[in-house]
């Protein structure tokens, strides 16, 4: 079998951009239509996929006691500045270049 027999005909390449915008409000101007449907707002995406990760933690390097019986430490955590959001779309998004980010290590990526 041939290697193009394993990609669909109309399979359009995705391309992912990892995204940190200021703050929710902002993520969702930009990455959100809001369409009344006669009864209230929803939020339609304007991109393929949409994966709305928020704020992101990290370890500080300090230890805390457990909180529970287990009596083993615990890392403190952190949070990032931001509010993070993974895109996946079909075809480029110029206008995401501008909150774009280039993790070395991503927190959570696309399958």
Not at 23 to 41: I, K, N, P, S
Not at 85 to 96: C, G, M, Q
């Amino acid at each position: 079998m041939q290697d193009e027999e394993l990609i669909p005909e109309n399979s359009a390449p995705s391309l992912d951009y990892f995204l940190k915008f200021e703050d929710e409000t902002l993520a969702d101007a930009v990455l959100f239509d809001m369409v009344h449907d006669g009864e209230g707002y929803t939020k339609q995406p304007r991109y393929a996929a949409i994966d709305v990760i928020g704020t992101i933690y990290e370890p500080t390097g300090k230890m805390l006691p457990a909180s529970d019986d287990s009596g083993d430490a615990v890392p403190e955590m952190a949070a990032i500045p931001g509010w993070h959001v993974n895109v996946r779309h079909t075809s480029e998004a110029p206008e995401l270049e501008q909150y774009r980010v280039h993790p070395a290590t991503p927190h959570r990526m696309w399958a």
